[in-house]
């Protein structure tokens, strides 16, 4: 298994949602087809082709549970 599905099992898991760090999260949703499209020093706007569209700090190594909830809700 690729460190790229690890990490998307992870999050679509639910079970570890306090451990994912910002980069598995960015990782994931570029794997996705997120892309960066802009924001301001401490965080960061992922938008889709299909205009979903998420915020994420980047200024914790560690995700909040509630972006990992949010993250996960886009990808269903």
Excluded: W
């Excluded at 298994?1 to 980069?23: C, H, P, V, W, Y």
């Excluded at 965080?43 to 909040?64: E, M, Y």
């Amino acid at each position: 298994m690729s460190k790229s599905e690890k990490a998307l099992e992870k999050i679509l898991n639910g079970q570890s949602d306090r451990n994912i760090t910002f980069k598995e999260a960015v990782f994931v949703l570029q794997r996705e087809g997120f892309f960066l499209d802009g924001g301001k020093r401490s965080h960061q706007v992922f938008r889709h082709r299909d205009s979903r569209k998420i915020v994420l700090p980047c200024h914790a190594n560690q995700l909040k549970p509630i972006y990992i909830r949010q993250i996960r809700e886009l990808l269903k």
